[in-house]
């Protein structure tokens, strides 16, 4: 099975564009103001025009109220909830969800797919303690199951030189880039873009 590309922590028009060219099947929208590539709704909608038919706009919120996050789904496709989100408060969403968990010391994940049952898919990222995500660490792949019940979304400190390597090894549905594939906070390189894509379609399938 191919493994999906998400871009995320999008800011520019031209860094859509280039994602889009590269190859890209959905891109992250960061919409918690604690980001510094944080949009605001505003923000978000000139955006989400740009982005063509057949490539998933994500929208990333973080333990954020369902005022707000109504206020966004008109431009989304999908929510993805990267905070400490209950089950019961993800349920409440408005749009098709995403559960990102972050990979701290102990956790069950067998456990968290059948409590966020309803999630399309986990998105695994490493843990900082204090830290939602975006810390450019990588985790211990191999902590990952096998038989996990859920498709896994790979995070955490991937760049075109490891995403192979990690595609290799997790066998995700996806893999999901911010930083990896800057050329500084919030602005897309787009040669490493390319390059990201073409390791990932780079495995040979198996």
């Known amino acids: 099975m191919r493994t999906r590309v998400k871009i995320c922590g999008l800011t520019r028009e031209e860094d859509i ?7 890209a099947d959905a891109l992250g929208f960061v919409l918690w103001p604690g980001s510094a590539r944080a949009l605001d709704p505003g923000h978000l909608a000139r955006l989400a025009a740009r982005v063509p038919a057949f490539v998933t706009r994500v929208g990333l919120f973080v333990d954020q109220d369902d005022e707000f996050i109504r206020r966004c789904t008109p431009y989304l496709d999908l929510i993805q909830f990267h905070g400490d989100e209950s089950p019961e408060a993800c349920r409440r969403a408005p749009l098709a969800w995403v559960k990102a968990l972050r990979m701290r010391e102990g956790i069950d994940l067998h ?3 059948e409590a966020y049952r309803e999630a399309r898919a986990l998105l695994l990222d490493a843990y900082r303690p204090g830290v ?6 990588v ?4 902590r990952i199951p096998a038989n996990l ?7 955490g400190g991937l760049t075109p030189d490891n995403v192979g390597e990690a595609v290799r090894r997790v066998r995700p549905f996806a893999v999901d880039v911010s930083g990896g594939v800057e050329a500084a906070r919030g602005i897309k390189d787009p040669a490493k873009l390319h390059a990201f894509t073409e390791h990932v379609n780079l495995i040979p399938e198996s």
């Open 149 to 155: 019940a859920k498709p896994v979304i790979l995070a």
């Open 139 to 142: 985790f211990d792949w191999s």
């Open 17 to 23: 564009d280039a994602a889009v060219a590269a190859g």
């Open 132 to 137: 939602p995500g975006g810390t450019g660490e």
């Open 111 to 113: 456990a968290a797919a």
